[in-house]
């Protein structure tokens, strides 16, 4: 149950189903002991239930941090920059908080000129993934 839980999980990505998987480990780590069945759905259900209250709203809160807390690249995401060189799908080049950056366009089909403003969609590595303002 718990290996179902966790790949439910990968698909919706909010945190609830990797507790309920948690919980789905503890009730099988109380049937390894022996526990009876009445007591390995209360030791899951509490465990779940914990999880649930005490830890997602921790990690949500560390997964959701405000703009002015990032630090890193993450802290570029959102950020707007001025193409330098034609961008594309492939290739490119921005100015970006005073840098010149590699750039790609986050829609393949679509190519920004220079000059253009762009804003930041996600950080691939040395390259920034960008998404045309005037859209």
């Known amino acids: 149950m718990a290996l179902v839980l966790g790949v439910v999980e990968i698909a919706t990505v909010d945190l609830v189903f990797i ?4 919980g789905a480990v503890a009730g099988g780590l109380a049937s390894a002991l022996g526990a009876p069945l009445v007591a390995q759905a209360i030791v899951a259900a509490v465990i779940s239930v914990l999880m649930l209250a005490v830890v997602r709203p921790v990690a949500l809160k560390h997964l959701r941090q405000p703009l002015d807390t990032r630090t890193g ?3 570029l995401v959102g950020s707007q920059a001025i193409v330098l ?7 490119g080049r921005v100015k970006l908080k005073g840098e010149v950056w590699s750039a790609r366009s986050y829609d393949p089909s679509t190519v920004i000129e220079p000059g253009a403003m762009v804003d930041v969609i996600s950080i691939d590595g040395a390259t920034v993934v960008v998404l045309s303002s005037e859209m």
């Open 85 to 91: 060189e034609r961008v594309d799908r492939h290739d």
């Open 73 to 75: 690249t993450a802290a």
């Open 19 to 22: 507790m309920l998987a948690a």
